[in-house]
């Protein structure tokens, strides 16, 4: 669906991205971690089209993005929706504007279809159709961030990017946000790149996980393949402290669901 080869992205004298090869799969969800600072968002800002690269290749469903005229840069820019870190809804607009933002930009519609298709976004991110005439500050942070999902779904996008979606969410928001995004990607077939802090999102909610590291893809796979790389960064992330309060043996959580189902 996407591929990268040999991308090299930089500012002025430091260079972030050192020659990164990665592919994105269609219809999966593929978790993108590494250490803060990496350049994770940069990866995907640049995928977007929004960073310069100095060098490399970027194929976005088959085409080469340097060869793309400009109408066709935004017949494919009709084909993914973006949800960034900063949620970014308009904070004067209603949720309902928000999501017809692009739309207006990208289709043709009445006024009536807007509506109709505004109020089906809302009603698949799971909010109540009263969210659909509130401002964002009139919002709770998971209601937010399920606001801006429905706008990164507005034009029915084949994939769609997160960047720290889950970020600022309580565990158990957190933990529904990645379920919503699971339910989506099964029943609508999306492709998902979703940059992630949450070790919960990288078990729960990705088939495959990408590591970065100085500049370049020192990882990538299952979450097996993460558990067993002897990586210094990966060991410390998913055999870390935090990691083992998720982890949890599998015979130990099915013993405690036993105690637990008995209680
Ligand atoms: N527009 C820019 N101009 C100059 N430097 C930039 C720009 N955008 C990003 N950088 C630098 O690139 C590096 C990578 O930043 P990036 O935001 O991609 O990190 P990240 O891996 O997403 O980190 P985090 O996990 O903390 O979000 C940082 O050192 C950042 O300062």
Not at 107 to 120: I, P, Q
Not at 214 to 240: K, N, T, V
């Amino acid at each position: 669906m996407i591929r990268v080869r040999d991308l090299v992205v930089g500012f002025n004298d430091r260079t972030v991205l050192k020659g990164l090869n990665l592919d994105i799969r269609r219809a999966e969800i593929l978790g993108f971690v590494g250490p803060s600072g990496q350049g994770k968002s940069v990866l995907t800002r640049t995928l977007l089209g929004l960073v310069p690269k100095r060098s490399g290749t970027i194929e976005v469903f088959g085409e080469d993005v340097d060869r793309l005229t400009l109408a066709q840069r935004r017949v494919i820019e009709r084909r993914w929706g973006v949800l960034f870190q900063q949620g970014a809804l308009f904070s004067a607009l209603t949720v309902k504007q928000n999501i017809q933002v692009p739309m207006r930009e990208h289709l043709n519609l009445s006024e009536r279809l807007l509506d109709e298709f505004a109020r089906l976004k809302i009603e698949m991110v799971g909010l109540k159709p009263d969210a659909a005439d509130k401002l964002p500050s009139e919002l709770s942070g998971g209601m937010i961030k399920r606001a801006a999902l429905a706008r990164a779904l507005a034009l029915d996008p084949e994939v769609l990017f997160l960047d720290e979606p889950t970020s600022g969410l309580d565990p158990i928001g957190a933990g529904e946000f990645d379920e919503l995004v699971a339910t989506l990607q099964r029943t609508l077939g999306l492709t998902v790149f979703m940059v992630t802090h949450d070790l919960d999102s990288l078990y729960t909610a990705c088939d495959r996980i990408a590591a970065l590291g100085d500049g370049q893809i020192i990882a990538e796979g299952p979450i097996d393949a993460m558990l067993a790389s002897d990586h210094p960064w990966l060991r410390s992330y998913f055999h870390g402290k935090r990691a083992r309060s998720i982890a949890v043996p599998e015979a130990a959580a099915s013993a405690r669901g036993l105690v637990e189902g008995v209680a």
